[in-house]
């Protein structure tokens, strides 16, 4: 299967500050990247679809200036959460599709996701 | 209304048993859907994916989608505790290339 890494996996950091979350696909070219937020107990919730070379789509709500999302290469997409909150603290995950060795479910590629990242802002 | 309805749980059943998890969803466009499992802190990992009416089987897992009714389910046979996790369903947003709506998940507990 496709292989998508996270860095880091757990990082605390202090108000105020930014961080930054690495997603690397490892064994494919990811054209497109997603990015989602988890909630205790909640569903994830997408926050925006980024593609190689080209601006982040960010959904509805999810502020662009704060959450500044770059998709430099095929194989590597960062967000960058800038001036960190207590209630940004929770568990951010990516996926990514390939358009090389797709797995398509009728009209949708498979997305395969990272292990994900827990932040804790204090 | 939400987009994708699942029931939270927990559903317990005992080992061996068939465990069966309930998805409606509310956008009539949609085409595919898919189960993932989620271990406690961890991300989730696809089960398997079904686009077309009726059943589609995979190991011990069946997946039924009805989309008259706008529901589709995920059956597990022969549960065994380490099915313990969150399920959650996910429906692909009509005109949203590749977008994907979760469900909030139903817990499974499979008892020995």
């Known amino acids: 299967g496709a292989v998508v890494s996270q860095h880091p996996s757990r990082v605390i950091c202090k108000s105020g500050t930014s961080v930054k979350i690495e997603c690397r696909s490892l064994?494919?070219?990811?054209?497109?990247m997603f990015w989602y937020r988890q909630f205790p107990k909640q569903s994830l919730m997408l926050m925006a679809t980024?593609?190689?070379?080209?601006?982040?789509?960010?959904e509805q709500g999810v502020e662009k200036d704060k959450f500044l999302i770059n998709h430099a290469s095929l194989t590597l997409s960062t967000l960058t959460v800038t001036s960190a909150h207590p209630e940004d603290s929770s568990f951010y995950i990516c996926?990514?599709?390939?358009?090389?060795?797709?797995?398509?479910?009728?009209?949708?590629?498979?997305?395969?996701f990272g292990p994900g990242t827990r932040l804790t802002v204090l | 209304q939400k987009e994708v309805e699942q029931n939270s749980g927990p559903l317990s059943v005992p080992e061996g048993a068939i465990a069966s998890l309930n998805c409606t969803y509310s956008d009539r466009g949609s085409q595919s859907f898919f189960w993932y499992r989620q271990y406690s802190g961890k991300s989730p990992e696809l089960i398997m994916f079904?686009?077309?009416?009726g059943d589609k089987e995979d190991g011990r897992f069946t997946a039924q989608l009805n989309k008259a009714s706008q529901y589709v389910s995920l059956l597990i046979r022969d549960s065994q505790p380490s099915d313990s996790a969150t399920y959650l369903c996910a429906v692909n947003k009509s005109g949203g290339y590749n977008k994907l709506i979760f469900g909030a998940g139903t817990r499974l507990a499979v008892h020995p």
């Open positions: 079904i686009y077309s009416n």
């Open positions: 064994d494919f070219q990811a054209t497109t």
């Open positions: 980024s593609n190689e070379g080209s601006k982040a789509t960010y």
């Open positions: 996926s990514a599709i390939t358009l090389n060795r797709r797995l398509l479910a009728g009209n949708t590629d498979t997305q395969y």
